[in-house]
């Protein structure tokens, strides 16, 4: 099963403010140096219908709603990604095998549960939906098929609130119409190289001499496309390697060295670490911060912790701590980026954190 959250950040704002319900939305990625200059994040259905989405300008944002009711918000990654763990968690208890993705995304392994029978896959599929809705108020969209390759794709078929099943004997059917570019993995210059030999869809891909996919697209990706235009894969599904540090960095509004023009940035690259470590299930002994001054050299300071956490207040009072002492020993340093470390890390899973006991 991989399940996509919809229209994610948008979402989250949407719960996070009911009155801009009903009304495009544009979460807006502020670069902060002039006032309308970024990029959309990412934006609602509704915004979609007028042009609006990922990665082009706010300013062409703006001009696209131009006479219409809508809400441009900036990003808030902390709030998502407190939403983001709170849903990992649910989706984690529902799979024999867990695999996150990415913020919004997620492979479950639901095959023993199961017992391979897709009518049962897909109650556990409305299952996982409802809950996700009546817990978190956010809808996804969800694909069921014998590998992930096919689940990734089939969760694009239908967004948003989609749920498609595609059982072992439909696979060859439900991948043949399909245009190449829907195989994870084909980007615009492999789909632009195929275009070239006149394969635009998977049934066409799929009749290709593998050794030619090899040719040009070597050994590795080759070979993967031959097997997922015939929708084989055979990875499994898995936690991933477990990492040894989580980090945020971020560009200040202006260059400055003032603690109170750094301090609510460097709170919420704070916010946002302790969430990633908490979603990864981990603690950390520890924190680091890295500041980059206008000259571009890049300077950081850590500590060690007597015991481990990933308690938000904790990364955020040690990061402050932290900053201070680097401005202190840098009389003349200007910062233009700041950024905020953890590292040490642990896995919780199972085990009582011990800083529990240790705080009264
Ligand atoms: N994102 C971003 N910039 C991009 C693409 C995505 O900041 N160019 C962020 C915002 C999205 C989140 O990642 O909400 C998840 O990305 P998706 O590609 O899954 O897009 P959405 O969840 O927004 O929409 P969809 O309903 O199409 O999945
Ligand atoms: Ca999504
Ligand atoms: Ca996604």
Not at 90 to 117: C, K, P, Q, V, W
Not at 217 to 226: A, E, I, N, T
């Amino acid at each position: 099963m991989h399940v996509d959250l919809d229209y994610f950040y948008a979402q989250c704002e949407e719960n996070a403010n009911p009155s801009i319900r009903g009304k495009p939305v544009v979460v807006c990625v502020y670069s902060g140096r002039t006032e309308e200059s970024g990029a959309v994040s990412t934006s609602n259905y509704l915004a979609r219908k007028y042009g609006v989405k990922a990665g082009i300008p706010i300013v062409r944002a703006r001009k696209l709603l131009e006479s219409i009711d809508a809400a441009f918000l900036p990003m808030n990654r902390p709030y998502y990604d407190q939403v983001s763990a709170r849903i990992m968690e649910i989706l984690r208890a529902h799979g024999d095998a867990y695999e996150r993705m990415s913020i919004d995304e997620a492979f479950l392994d639901i095959s023993d549960r199961t017992n391979l029978n897709y009518d049962t896959a897909r109650d556990t599929a409305r299952e996982i939906k409802n809950q996700l809705f009546t817990e978190e108020h956010i809808t996804c969209s969800v694909g069921v098929a014998p590998n992930k390759v096919v689940a990734k794709i089939a969760s694009d078929q239908t967004k948003p609130d989609g749920l498609t099943v595609v059982k072992p004997e439909e696979v060859t059917g439900f991948l043949s119409p399909l245009p190449v570019g829907r195989i994870p993995g084909v980007g615009v210059k492999a789909e632009e190289r195929l275009t070239q030999l006149n394969v635009s869809t998977i049934a066409e891909l799929s009749a290709l001499d593998p050794t030619v996919l090899v040719e040009i697209f070597g050994k590795s990706l080759g070979s993967y496309l031959y097997q997922a235009s015939r929708g084989e894969n055979d990875e499994p599904v898995k936690e991933r390697e477990q990492p040894t540090q989580f980090s945020r960095i971020a560009t200040l509004k202006q260059n400055t060295r003032k603690l109170e023009e750094i301090l609510p940035l460097l709170e919420e690259l704070a916010t946002s670490v302790a969430e990633k470590t908490k979603a990864n299930g981990m603690t950390c002994r520890s924190i680091g911060i890295i500041a980059i001054l206008t000259d571009l050299s890049m300077h950081s300071k850590s500590k060690t912790l007597e015991s481990s956490t990933s308690d938000g207040s904790v990364i955020e009072s040690s990061s402050k701590q932290l900053i201070e002492e680097l401005l202190q020993s840098m009389p003349d340093a200007v910062l233009r980026r700041v950024g905020v470390r953890v590292s040490d890390l642990m896995k919780t899973t199972g085990q009582t954190d011990i800083s529990k006991f240790l705080t009264t």
